[in-house]
C-alpha cells in the first residue's frame, strides 16, 4: 500500500507551460536552465518550452498569441502561457499597456523594472533604489566574484542555492510599492519591481 501511495504522489502532471521571452539570449537562457533542472519531477520537462524572441513589450504579448496559435495547430496545445520583459528604455504607456493585454487574454507576466538582472541581484539582497543596466552589471560582477557576462549559460545554477532569498526579495519588494503609493501597484513606476518570482513559484511548483 505505502508503495502505490507513493507512485501515486510521483505522478507526473499533466501542465503545458509555455514562456516567452523578450530576449532571445539572457532569459530563454535562465529559464532553459531551469527546465532541464526539472528532469526528474513531476513534470514532463518536454510540456515546458521557452522561446526567445528578440520582441519586447506589446510586440511581445502579440508574438505569445500568435505562437499559441501556431503551436496550437501543430498538436501542441499549451495550458499555460507567461511572457517575460524588461521595462529598459520603452515608453512608460507600453509597458503597462502590454502587462494589462496580456492579462485580458489570459497570459501571466513576469516584468521587470528596469532590467532582468534586478532578479539576479535579489539573490544577494534587497533593493529598492532605481539602477541602470550598466550599475546592474557592475554590482553583479562585484557579488558574483567574476564578470557578469550578460547571455551566461550558467546564472541559473550560479544561484541556484540562492532563490528561497530573491522570491522573498521580490516579494517584499512588490509589498513595499503596494503600502508606498496610494494607488497602489504601477509597473512602470515601480522601479525597482519584478514579478519574475511568480514564474519560479509555479515551475518550481512541479518538483518532488
Not at 549559460?153 to 540562492?162: E, F, N, P
Not at 522570491?167 to 512602470?188: C, F, R
Given at each position: 500500500m505505502n508503495n502505490l501511495k507513493r507512485k501515486q504522489n510521483y505522478r507526473k502532471v499533466s501542465k503545458t507551460i509555455l514562456i516567452v521571452c523578450e530576449g532571445e539570449k539572457t532569459e530563454k537562457n535562465y529559464f532553459e536552465s531551469f527546465r532541464k533542472d526539472l528532469h526528474n519531477s513531476l513534470i514532463n520537462i518536454q510540456d515546458v518550452k521557452i522561446i526567445?524572441?528578440?520582441?519586447?513589450t506589446c510586440s511581445l504579448v502579440q508574438k505569445a498569441k500568435d505562437l499559441r496559435i501556431e503551436l496550437k495547430k501543430e498538436g501542441k496545445d499549451f495550458e499555460i502561457t507567461w511572457v517575460v520583459f524588461d521595462k529598459d528604455s520603452f515608453a512608460s504607456e507600453n509597458f503597462n499597456k502590454?502587462?494589462?493585454?496580456a492579462k485580458k487574454c489570459n497570459i501571466r507576466v513576469?516584468?521587470?523594472?528596469?532590467?532582468f538582472e534586478l532578479w539576479y541581484l535579489l539573490h544577494y539582497a534587497y533593493i529598492d533604489a532605481g539602477l541602470s543596466r550598466d550599475q546592474y552589471k557592475e554590482k553583479?560582477?562585484?557579488?558574483?566574484?567574476?564578470?557578469?557576462?550578460k547571455n551566461s549559460?550558467?546564472?541559473?545554477?550560479?544561484?541556484?542555492?540562492?532563490q528561497t532569498t530573491a522570491?522573498?526579495?521580490?516579494?517584499?519588494?512588490?509589498?513595499?510599492?503596494?503600502?508606498?503609493?496610494?494607488?497602489?501597484?504601477?509597473?512602470?513606476r515601480d522601479n525597482?519591481?519584478?514579478t519574475v518570482h511568480e514564474l519560479v513559484e509555479e515551475?518550481?511548483?512541479?518538483?518532488?
Open positions: 526567445g524572441t528578440g520582441y519586447n502590454a502587462i494589462d493585454s513576469a516584468y521587470s523594472n528596469e532590467a553583479l560582477t562585484t557579488r558574483l566574484g567574476f564578470k557578469y557576462e549559460k550558467s546564472m541559473y545554477s550560479t544561484l541556484l542555492d540562492r522570491i522573498i526579495n521580490a516579494k517584499k519588494l512588490i509589498e513595499h510599492h503596494k503600502t508606498s503609493n496610494p494607488n497602489g501597484l504601477n509597473p512602470e525597482p519591481s519584478t515551475l518550481n511548483k512541479y518538483r518532488k
